[in-house]
């Protein structure tokens, strides 16, 4: 059984990473994907889409051939130019296409989330799925995208992070296939692929590593960074020459502030607001008193134009 629902997920992201995310009945049913296919429509992940009027006649497999009429109640009789009157299973006309918000459903009720707590992103291609956590105090917040090799979408999806202020906490579910391409907003981010993760079970996603009985992705166990701010937003640490600083709230503010404001710039008293500070005028520097490396390393005060500027490590250029 568990060797078909491997095989369904796996057709599932293939659906999925097409156009219309779309099959035809009779590719879908009555040639290799049959097994997979049964499995896929039992689930509801797919529904019946638009019945066909005109179709690819199956005895010549070029000419395009009007359908005529159902004769009993599973064929259909069909005209091609070439073979004339040909009589052919119904499911050629059919076609299916992807549930994508039962999908989404399933994947939430998968990761014990919240039912309420899928967003829509971009229409059709990338949803928040929502926030777990399972380890307290480590909370990961769940994407699913698909066409994920398309930058544009990956963009998308990078700048939602950062408005969710996400982007440590995030792991991104995809149809589509990974790697993703060289230069990729989304390199370096946890990005997996669906049927390498999980197959499609009864009414839901089982996850391969639930077996085990650990928890659905243990996090990577990643060398601790020299010059950056990758760990603000997890563990309030940045690092500066290899050194570990632990930040005190307003300056842990501060840098999410300028890490997810646009161009990573601010003008004082906004900074300030966004910080949550009454402080007028609001003075960034008087508050790293303590901690003034990490000042010096990752701000920067623009005087011609009046803001303050993040400055962005060599080790943080791929997400920030
Ligand atoms: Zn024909």
Known sequence: MSASQILATELLCQLMESGKAEI???ALLCDEHEVAGQQLLKERVLVLGPTLSWVTCPECGVEVAKILREIGSK?????CDECGDVDTGHELQRTYKVNFNHLITLLGISLDLSPSSSKLIVPLKVWRLGISEKIR???ITWYFARHLNDPAVAKRLLDQLRMDHASQTARIITSSDLP???GSPLTGYNVAKLSSLARLSQSRFLFFTERSGSQAL???EEPLPTTSLRLVQEKGWAFVGGIKY????????MLLSLIDAHAHRLERNVLGERC???AFPFQPIKFFGRNKEVYKAFVKYVPGEKVYELVIADEDQDWL
């Open 180 to 182: 993703l391409p060289d």
């Open 75 to 79: 064929k259909i009789r069909i005209r």
């Open 24 to 26: 035809n009945g009779k």
């Open 246 to 253: 632990e930040l005190e709230g307003m300056q842990k503010n």
């Open 218 to 220: 243990p996090p990577k």
């Open 276 to 278: 949550g500070s009454e």
């Open 137 to 139: 105090g480590k909370p």
